[in-house]
């Protein structure tokens, strides 16, 4: 996952800011991180259309503090280490939709 990095004070965010919150600096460049933990969950048992049921959504801590929600693959226990990866997550009509879906590291 391909996270920001302020290069005025090396503060990690996605998505990426025009201007950091922290101290101002306009200047980024991006960082690459892959591992992350599990910090919650939600299980949707009638989920979207164009959605595989049941809809495992969690939320992702990577390093740095940065976050990201995504669907989780499989059953994955909370403060597990996951790996995210971009695809694919809904079909609709022909449309596809990108997103994050999370794997067991
Ligand atoms: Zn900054």
């Given at each position: 996952?391909?996270?920001a990095?302020?290069?005025?004070?090396?503060?990690?965010?996605?998505?990426?800011?025009?201007?950091?919150?922290d101290?101002?600096?306009?200047?980024?460049?991006?960082?690459?991180?892959s591992?992350?933990t599990?910090?919650?969950?939600?299980?949707?048992h009638?989920?979207?259309?164009?959605v595989?049921?049941?809809?495992?959504?969690?939320?992702?801590?990577?390093?740095?503090g940065?976050?990201?929600?995504?669907?989780?693959?499989e059953?994955?226990e909370?403060?597990?280490?996951v790996?995210?990866?971009?695809?694919?997550?809904?079909?609709?009509?022909g449309?596809?939709?990108?997103?994050?879906?999370?794997?067991?590291?």
């Amino acid at each position: 996952m391909r996270v920001a990095r302020c290069r005025g004070c090396r503060r990690l965010t996605y998505p990426a800011h025009f201007v950091c919150d922290d101290c101002g600096s306009r200047d980024f460049d991006s960082l690459e991180v892959s591992e992350g933990t599990l910090l919650t969950y939600t299980v949707l048992h009638v989920p979207p259309s164009g959605v595989v049921s049941p809809l495992r959504i969690g939320i992702v801590e990577f390093e740095g503090g940065v976050r990201a929600l995504g669907q989780l693959a499989e059953p994955i226990e909370v403060g597990a280490k996951v790996r995210a990866e971009w695809t694919v997550v809904r079909e609709v009509e022909g449309r596809r939709y990108e997103g994050f879906r999370f794997r067991p590291a």
